[in-house]
């Protein structure tokens, strides 16, 4: 089963965006915050395929400073950011990288994610 780091801030939203991918066939690990991602990337990085990440994490941090830890610790892991902020969210983002924008339909995030990791 492919492992996917999800982390959002928005408890509605991660739990809508954890069921579509677990429906997927994904095993998915929430964070809610930017801490708990370092946490789980610390112990786990290598385990995952992807990580899915709001942009806009609260207090001043971002999806950016959680992709880049991944990509430090996982040169290969998979990032897909999900974003309201529009077309120029990506300016911060890490090469190779998906933005989908909010408002998304998490099935069709789904299929998204599944597509760009077997890409």
């Known amino acids: 089963m492919v492992s996917v780091l999800l982390v959002e801030d928005e408890r509605e939203i991660a739990e809508l965006t954890r069921d ?38 609260g207090a001043g941090v ?12 996982n040169e290969e892991i998979k990032i897909i950011y999900i974003s309201g902020q529009g077309p120029h969210a990506g300016q911060f ?5 998906l933005t989908v924008e909010k408002p998304f339909d998490p099935r069709d995030l789904a299929q998204q994610v599944a597509a760009f990791i077997e890409s």
């Open 93 to 97: 983002a890490v090469d190779r990288a």
């Open 62 to 73: 971002t999806g950016f400073d959680v992709a880049r830890c991944a990509r430090r610790l």
């Open 20 to 57: 579509a991918l677990s429906e997927a066939g994904f095993s998915v690990t929430v964070a809610l915050d930017d801490r708990a991602a370092y946490q789980t990337l610390e112990l786990e990085a290598r385990s995952f395929a992807a990580v899915v990440t709001d942009i806009n994490l």
